[in-house]
T-cell receptor, first 113, second 113 residues
């Protein structure tokens, strides 16, 4: 089944403890992206990747890192999480180029205490 | 940065009624996308629009890419209870510098039986 998977789905952590949220897609998509969703603000793009080893900042990149060493994986790294990073996170992927229809993962709910 | 405005913020309608919502911006885009999100799920793509003036249907859903490239609307005909959810518009302007997506804050639709 074609899909985007994220792990973990739920995470509660404490300020300053490094964490990684994994994202994987099995559709051979070139483009991958991370979003955070907060009430009243909709989805805001954190980082995106047009292809392996090519990443770029979205609208809200501060406090986050990403890497794209393989086509299928695009992990989101929070080196030192803070409470204002408590949010619902979505990973998405698309074929890229002129095909911009993004497919979303199920989401990761992160709470930073 | 670029912003999308969606209206209405929320709407309550009777089953069987038609629904209209729109998305506007002061910026020009070359792709408009409409997504639906249900509780606990990631957004699901409904319609993608690539050309100014384009009108596209997907079952009871119809969306149009505004001629000015600054807006889009989504119509749902003969609403049913499973149409309940949050509808997001998204837009992107693909250029040589990347593919940055921006989402609207959403329209929350409730359908009363």
């Amino acid at each position: 089944e074609a899909q985007v998977t994220q792990n973990p789905r739920y995470l509660i952590t404490v300020t300053g403890k490094k964490l990684t949220v994994t994202c994987s897609q099995n559709m051979n998509h070139e483009y991958m992206s991370w979003y955070r969703q907060d009430p009243g603000l909709g989805l805001r793009q954190i980082y995106y990747s047009m292809n392996v080893e090519v990443t770029d900042k979205g609208d809200v990149p501060e406090g986050y890192k990403v890497s794209r060493k393989e086509k299928r994986n695009f992990p989101l790294i929070l080196e030192s999480p803070s409470p204002n990073q408590t949010s619902l996170y979505f990973c998405a992927s698309s074929l890229g180029g002129t095909k911009r229809e993004q497919f979303f993962g199920p989401g990761t709910r992160l709470t930073v205490l | 940065g670029q912003q999308l405005n969606q209206s209405p913020q929320s709407m309550f309608i009777q089953e069987g009624e038609d629904v209209s919502m729109n998305c506007t911006s002061s910026s020009i885009f070359n792709t408009w996308l409409w997504y639906k999100q249900e509780p606990g799920e990631g957004p699901v793509l409904l319609i993608a629009l690539y050309k100014a003036g384009e009108l596209t249907s997907n079952g009871r859903l119809t969306a149009q890419f505004g001629i000015t490239r600054k807006d889009s609307f989504l119509n749902i005909s003969a609403s049913i209870p499973s149409d309940v959810g949050i509808y997001f518009c998204a837009a992107t302007f693909l250029d040589n510098y990347g593919q940055n997506f921006v989402f609207g804050p959403g329209t929350r639709l409730s359908v009363l039986p």
